[in-house]
């Protein structure tokens, strides 16, 4: 399989569980608080991610990663416990066929930064498929009665 489309591929199947897991959280968190059930899922995120590193024979690999490194991933890894606790506290507050588009403009947000951070190049297609799905996004959290 060549690499183009072995992310394509990486990247649909990673959408498709992120739908799955936006599902089960919903569900889950009918009975019980957000912030409870995000913390039930991120000790087995914490267990299955290093089980996945000690899988792969990676875990000396820690002591090499550089300072700057580190910085990055910490924050990253706090932005994503923010991240997770405001989303499943918004699925306590709404249905998920509402929150998860509005939640997933962060993909519009990543092109934005990608560009000012990363200095990465886009065309016209980036901008306007950027544009529809943001249009997209919001016409559906607006759209429509909750059923909450």
């Known amino acids: 399989?060549?690499?183009t489309l072995m992310w394509i591929t990486?990247?649909?199947m990673a959408a498709i569980t992120s739908a799955v897991v936006v599902t089960l959280s919903k569900a889950g968190i009918r009975h019980v608080n957000s912030s409870l059930a995000f913390a039930i899922q991120a000790v087995l995120i914490l267990v299955v991610s290093w089980g996945v590193v000690a899988w792969q024979g990676n875990l000396t690999e820690v002591a090499t990663i550089e300072k700057k490194v580190w910085v990055y991933l910490v924050l990253a890894g706090i932005i994503t416990c923010v991240s997770s606790l405001l989303s499943?506290?918004?699925?306590s507050?709404?249905?998920a066929s509402r929150v998860s588009p509005l939640e997933r403009l962060s993909l519009v947000f990543a092109i934005v930064?990608?560009?000012i951070f990363l200095k990465e190049k886009v065309?016209?297609?980036v901008i306007a498929g950027a544009t529809l799905m943001a249009i997209g996004a919001v016409l559906i959290a607006i759209g429509g009665?909750?059923?909450e």
């Open 113 to 115: 930064f990608a560009v």
């Open 10 to 12: 990486f990247a649909l």
């Open 1 to 3: 399989m060549n690499k």
């Open 93 to 95: 507050l709404a249905d």
């Open 145 to 147: 009665q909750s059923s």
């Open 123 to 125: 065309d016209w297609m």
């Open 88 to 91: 499943f506290y918004a699925l």
